[in-house]
């Protein structure tokens, strides 16, 4: 039987809701408001977040706590993007722990980099042989993978995790790792192998802060190091203190070092007691990814990634960064009259994707009342048609086109029939009066009990 993330987290919540007042719990169910925009995936947990920019686009690569977990049980990687920082698609799962033949458990927090035509992901996991934590490399021609194992065994490993990735302007390549520890390497060209010997970077409490109540531990430095340069500062943002961890950074003239502790980015806060984070100029603008325990069924074992904008202080020093619902502000629109992907998403109620016999992913495990948010919908002088490339392999349902609400006008319907299976596609078109300028596109979903049917595109025109 089908039953997904969403599912069972309604189920839950409706449980939870049986033990308690009757007006707390219709507040609880109500979707979320229009203008949530964090977490910025709703339809499972994630973790570690690892932004990309790449061709105008960016890449979020993420862990994957599974549903219901009560230790850091992960055993895939997942890959998101978009162009507009709201509207995010689901590009699925395109390296999991069965990529590494070598590997048995953890699928824990990496990073992506481009270069030599290909994408380079760099991961933690356990060795089956030795029960070790190594970092091991998978390699993709494209951002979305699929990606394969680059080498067969790990790249490097001495017990510690949390790989982040680096190249300096010169073309050199670090690769930075550890709890509780900090390593690096330098990578050769081929993003595969390393000159030289792991070298430990001295934790100093002017380096990284300094801990009290630990003597074992005298500095800050947790885990989870994030490096990059901007106007020649090499910066090390880091996941300091556990537990509940905050994030902090240090500054440096070199990718090496000497580091010099700078103070605290993002304060504990959120309802897990880790965090972990990633930090990228796009578009003209600056954007700080962190996870944490927001979703229904959250917390530090069930996690989920939100970004927020931010603007560097005048002498390059990285403001405090505070947690929100409202997330980062759209760049740009989004362009109804071409194909848009389903799984092209802000905000989704009760939907979960799934790989699709098209290619890509689609959006399923639909019931009635489920609905997909897509934001800043630019309409312009007004469309005159939906269409929707759908499945069903039960009796379908309607797919309600709304605006600016899951309760929102109704300017089009479109009627979704039984097609003989989940993945036996058509395609169903209905007329839309008054979409016109930029709206919240709203897609809720009607019909009967059970799931109703699947999408895999819409299109306006």
Not at 78 to 101: C, I, K, Q, Y
Not at 160 to 167: N, Q
Request: glycine share 14%; net charge negative.
């Amino acid at each position: 039987m089908r039953q997904s993330f969403a599912h069972r987290a309604r189920t839950r919540l409706r449980a939870a809701c049986a033990a308690i007042a009757a007006a707390v719990c219709a507040v609880a169910l109500l979707p979320a408001p229009a203008q949530a925009d964090n977490p910025i995936v709703q339809h499972l947990y994630t973790a570690d977040p690892a932004p990309l920019v790449h061709d105008g686009r960016v890449y979020l690569y993420t862990g994957h706590d599974e549903d219901g977990s009560t230790w850091f049980t992960m055993r895939d990687w997942r890959v998101f993007s978009s162009t507009d920082m709201v509207n995010w698609t689901d590009h699925g799962s395109p390296m999991s722990l069965e990529t590494f033949a070598w590997a048995d458990a953890d699928a824990w927090a990496g990073e992506v980099v481009a270069r030599n035509g290909k994408f380079y992901w760099y991961v933690p996991v356990r060795q089956r042989s030795t029960g070790q934590k190594v970092i091991g490399v998978g390699v993709a021609d494209n951002p979305t993978g699929p990606f394969r194992d680059a080498l067969g065994h790990p790249l490097v490993g001495n017990g510690e995790i949390d790989p982040t990735v680096f190249i300096d302007d010169d073309g050199q390549a670090y690769l930075y790792w550890g709890n509780p520890n900090l390593w690096y390497v330098r990578l050769n060209a081929d993003m595969i192998s390393y000159s030289g010997s792991p070298t430990r970077i001295p934790l100093t409490t002017a380096g990284f802060g300094t801990r009290t109540g630990d003597p074992d531990r005298p500095t800050l430095y947790e885990e989870g190091p994030w490096v990059y340069k901007r106007n020649g500062t090499y910066y090390n943002v880091f996941s300091a203190r556990c537990c509940s961890e905050f994030i902090a950074y240090s500054t440096a003239p070199g990718p090496t070092g000497p580091w010099t502790y700078r103070g605290t980015i993002m304060p504990t806060q959120g309802s897990s007691f880790t965090n972990h984070a990633g930090i990228i100029d796009y578009a003209g603008n600056s954007y700080f990814f962190y996870h944490n325990g927001a979703l229904p069924g959250g917390g530090g074992f069930t996690r989920s990634v939100a970004v927020e904008q931010f603007r560097y202080n005048a002498d390059g020093s990285i403001p405090t960064i505070t947690m929100t619902s409202t997330g980062a502000p759209q760049v740009g629109t989004l362009d109804p009259y071409v194909r848009q992907e389903a799984e092209t998403i802000a905000w989704g109620s009760g939907i979960e994707t799934e790989p699709s016999s098209a290619g890509g992913m689609n959006v399923g495990w639909i019931e009635t009342g489920d609905y997909i948010k897509v934001k800043g919908v630019a309409f312009g002088a007004g469309a005159t048609s939906f269409s929707a490339r759908v499945a069903s392999a039960t009796g379908g349902g309607r797919i309600e086109v709304r605006l600016d609400g899951a309760g929102g006008s109704v300017v089009g319907t479109c009627t979704v029939g039984g097609t003989g299976g989940w993945q036996n596609w058509t395609t169903t078109t209905c007329p839309v009066t008054g979409a016109t300028g930029t709206h919240d596109l709203y897609l809720r979903f009607a019909g009967g009990s059970g799931y109703l049917f699947n999408v895999d595109w819409w299109r306006f025109s």
